[in-house]
């Protein structure tokens, strides 16, 4: 079983003035991430703007973020689709590149019952041979939730080897603890929960937080698993206001302008996302600063 670590960074997509993709920039950021506690590099989730990405956009990334950071951290592609074709040919296509996982978003908008659900997956899972599955369970954006019935049953499934649980429901995350596997891995799809899910079981986080603070992050984790409980509290604690304040706004926003105001050229976000406002940036400011961030 591919081990995917405890941090996984689901990353930004940078572009460029005229909106055209960054490759050179993500790249870059690429080899930074999993230099500075990045395990595994998220590539084309919800945080790389995968929806207003086009495929061939989207292969082009899987293959330049593989070569960027070969050795030092694997790379998991966003292949969801709420059509299970589309999904099923992208996934294909993102294990012939090389990547070494794919994350699967539960299908959006049309909402199908959970038997749906669990076909959409076992199809997706069927078609791509070896190549390990993350699900991705998000119902504030997808309009449906995953339940831990149905995540039981994915479990049974050889390739389906854990899901990004961002219900924000520690319930029901611990509920899919109960009913899978152990071997079976939870990752927080919420920086701001990643310490309590380690309480009940997860594994990591795959995290947007980490873009500018992925070693804090691996070192709570790894202060939670050698029990060293009030160091990881007291992480959690310190990292907590930059946690909110990347989420004041709609996911990426924040997050691009907090590495523009490192410096990095990421550019802005495409339509229908628009650029960070004056309030939203001088929040981030203001924590960043606190946090030697900046």
């Keep these: 079983m591919v081990d995917f670590g405890r941090v996984l960074t689901a990353m930004i997509t940078p572009f460029k003035e005229d909106g055209s993709v960054n490759y050179d920039v993500a790249a870059k950021l690429a080899e930074h991430l999993a230099n500075n506690g990045t395990d595994t590099v998220v590539v084309c989730g919800t945080t790389g703007e995968s929806p207003t990405l086009s495929w061939e956009e989207e292969y082009q990334l899987f293959s330049v973020v ?100 961002a219900s924000g429901n520690l319930d029901q995350a611990s509920e899919i ?60 604690l310190r990292l907590f206001p930059i946690f909110k304040a990347l989420f004041v706004t709609a996911n990426p926003i924040p997050v691009k302008k907090a590495l523009q105001l490192q410096n990095w050229q990421v550019g802005s976000t495409r339509l229908p996302l628009c650029e960070a406002d004056a309030k939203v940036t001088q929040k981030l400011e203001v924590v960043m600063k606190e946090l030697s961030l900046l």
Aim: aromatic fraction near 4%; hydrophobic fraction near 40%; include cysteine.
């Design 177 to 236: 603890r109960r009913l899978t596997p152990k071997e079976f891995q939870i990752y927080s799809g919420d920086d701001s929960l990643t310490l309590p899910l380690l309480a009940v079981g997860a594994k990591g986080v795959v995290s947007v937080a980490s873009h500018i603070v992925g070693n804090e992050l691996q070192q709570m984790i790894q202060a939670f698993n050698s029990g060293k409980i009030q160091v990881a509290i007291d992480i959690h």
């Design 66 to 165: 593989l070569e960027a950071v070969a050795g030092k951290a694997l790379v998991m592609a966003g292949c969801g689709s709420n059509s299970t074709k589309e999904a099923i040919a992208a996934t294909q296509k993102a294990a012939k590149i090389g990547v070494h996982g794919a994350l699967q978003v539960v299908p959006y908008y049309n909402k199908p019952p959970q038997e749906g659900l669990y076909q959409h997956f076992q199809a997706i899972a069927q078609a791509s041979g070896d190549l390990p599955i993350l699900l991705y369970n998000v119902p504030g954006r997808t309009g449906q939730n995953l339940s831990p019935e149905t995540v039981a049953r994915l479990a049974e499934i050889k390739n389906i080897v854990g899901i990004k649980e």
